[in-house]
């Protein structure tokens, strides 16, 4: 990869840099443009979610008349309460928390475990396991093949479909593997020397010193799984107890957006019958829903940024 | 670049062993990394090639119940309907279109905004601006769709009011009711969700440029706009030239959850693309065979296109993908 070239000593260069540097209009003008633009660029990102958190915490029935914007008008916490004394929707709630958790555990585990094994060079089996695995990047048998396998296998509604199919990333597999290739060969010597198995070696050496890398797949790997709708929407529909929360805001999208002029219309979608108030409408509580579904996504990412690189290496990937 | 050298000739000994059989022994020795894999295999195995074998149902008229030496065959029947059928032919040229504007809408504003990063003097607030943009990429679709309608909506939505009190239109506009303008906003809500993200590799491959380029060039009496043209960019043409022809293998994967969520019944003929066709067809309609057939077409261009890419990056002399 280039961005491997070390950048030289710059300090002979600062002092010719700073006398030669073009002085006039145009640096100002491009960089009040450019400065602008950020802002703009920082506003449209922003704005929408600030919009949907002061929703989030207005009176269903005042956001309805509308003109919220990015503060809240009638200020209550009604909409947040109406989601967890929900039964679905708190229900729906953990078990996006219980998939999150299990899908990134066991994926990061079994993933490094196996790119372990296919970063040894003097393994056996290293090339056949290794192409049957990057072969699955090319294709995928597709939706309705899946579908019967599915079934097949049956896990047409149970919670383990949404654990199953997605336990092994052959992608991620491969950066891990060539971050594993970065461990100096002596570490994993010494500790065969010491007496320790494959596994171990693995347990004790490889999975602590991996840390990086894997902190950031595992970000990846639970922020897909908790954004994850399709599984749910195709396998555990018929199950309102394996609802996720982010197919319970489908369901609940589906309806505000066909009722966007009247949104009484779908008033009850998603709640108990008794927090149905005229305080909270579909629109509010799914801003609410919004909010709970993402800020914890957003707590976590700002400390990861400096990691995110490493997952996107293209350069990585090669046999 | 010195430690990879290092490596190689280390490698160089393993390698007269791989020569060797594979022997009792050896199994063996290496009986706990084979427990450690094998079960991993047999499970990739189970999870993606062996639905491979749903695919006969293209080439059948497939009834559910019936076992499958019972299913009556038709050959490539199916494929010859999905040729001729206008939806199908609908669907197709729609994801064509969306895949196609997504890939050049998504690179050229990841390239600009990466440039324009580039330039924010002050670290602090150029890691800010970053925090901030990488936001869109961690929410779901379903949140993005979720915003997108707000905005759009006709009462209240942001893009109306702020394109009234620019008197750039007149009335509100019904954004989502109209083919004409579905695959502007799937465009749209794409370069939203995901540009800030896809600065992250070309911000890597511009910090990775020799800054005494840009030292020389300056000394030359470059403009920034020069030092852009001649420096930045063809520092980051090899990465680039990876992305873009990778994108290209992935040209018709741009098209299932947006679509779908942000389509109605108004904008059908504009909103559906080939995922959605094998859904309905599929899963909801029962038309196995047909939809297995749509499915299968997707995925043979996608391979040929991805093969088609690899070896191109290779022709060009950069890094293959695989």
Redesign the interface.
Known sequence: ?????I??G?TP?LS??KS???SGL??VL??SF?TV??IC??L??????I??IAVSFNAGNDTIR????LWPRVWTTQNYKAIFASGTIYDAFWISVARTVISTILNIF?TT??A???S??????RKP?TI???L??????????????IKDLNLLGSFWVYI??T??S?FNMIVIRTYI??IP?SLLESARIDGA???KI?MRVVLPLCKPVLATIALFVA?GA?????DAF?YTSSKQSLSTL?YE??KL??ST??S??NPNVAAGVGMDRDSAKAMVTPLSI?AAI?IV??VP??VV??FM?KY??VG????S??? | ?D?TLG?ET??LH??K??KQP?TWS??KN?N???????P??L?????????????T?AFQNYRPGRSFSEQEWVGFKQFKFLFTDDNFLRVLRNTLAMGMINLVLGFVTAIV?AL??N???KMF?K?I????????H??????V???V???L????G?VNIVLMKLHIIKDPILW?SEGKYFWGIVGASHV?KEV?WNT??YL??I??I???LY?AA??D?A??YKKMRFVTLP?IK??IV??LI?SVGHVLEAG??VQY?LG?GLVMDWSETI?IF??KY??AQGN?SL??AG??F??VV??TL??MANWTAKRLGE????
Do not use: C
């Not at chain 1, 449209?44 to 979610?49: G, I, N």
């Not at chain 1, 996107?312 to 350069?315: F, H, K, S, W, Y």
């Not at chain 2, 706990?32 to 094998?38: A, E, G």
């Not at chain 2, 909506?153 to 209240?156: E, F, K, L, M, Y």
């Open positions: 990869m280039a961005n491997q070239q950048s030289r710059t260069g010719v840099k030669l540097r073009p145009e640096p491009f960089h450019n633009f950020m660029l920082v449209v990102t922003l704005y929408p979610f919009n949907t509308g003109g919220i914007y079994l475990m196996l372990y094994t296919l040894r060079k003097d393994y056996v089996f396991i049957i695995f990057v699955t990047m090319y294709f995928s048998a597709g939706l309705i093949p899946n579908y019967f396998l199953f199919p336990m092994i052959a290739g970065t060969e198995g494959d596994f693995f922020v908790w954004n994850s709708w399709f195709i982010q805001l489908m999208l589906s957006m066909n966007n002029s799914r919004t579904a993402s996504i957003l990412y700002p940024q995110f690189v996107l290496n293209v350069g990937v090669k046999e | 670049m430690e490596k280390v490698a393993p390698k062993r791989k594979i050896l199994i290496q706990q990394l084979i427990w450690m894999s094998v991993l295999l499970y990739i195995v189970l999870f993606a090639y062996v639905p491979v074998w749903g695919w149902m905004l324009l990063l330039e924010i003097r607030w890691r601006v970053q925090t901030i943009s990488y936001l869109p961690f929410l779901s679709w379903i949140i769709t979720g915003i309608a707000t905005s909506s006709i009462n209240d942001i989502l939203w800030g992250i590799i890597a491959a910090a990775s020799d800054p005494a030292e300056e000394i009496g403009s920034r520092g090899a990465t990876i992305l990778m299932f959850e969520l109605n995922d094998v859904l599929g899963l196995y939809a297995t499915g299968i997707k995925t996608s391979v991805l093969l890094e293959r993908l695989l």
